[in-house]
């Protein structure tokens, strides 16, 4: 766990990495840190972000996917 949301930002920023290296690489998604592993691990560090900060950003995300 994190003791602060500056520790959370970081390891949100280590999975976007992550996920991005996935990507680049072409991985199944499915493979063993795949896309599709990796996309969930950076959701979930940025819903930690969030939650630590003091934000729950669940209505504004529906309310984007919606007006798009």
């Known amino acids: 766990d994190w003791s602060s949301v500056l520790q959370a930002l970081d390891k949100l920023e280590e999975e976007v990495r992550e996920l991005r290296a996935a990507l680049e690489a072409g991985q199944a998604p ?3 840190h795949g896309v599709r592993e990796e996309l969930g691990d950076t959701l979930f560090m940025a819903a930690k972000v969030a939650q630590m900060s ?3 950003e669940e209505r504004r995300v529906g309310k984007e ?3 798009r």
């Open 30 to 32: 499915d493979a063993p």
């Open 54 to 56: 003091g934000r729950s």
């Open 65 to 67: 996917c919606r007006s």
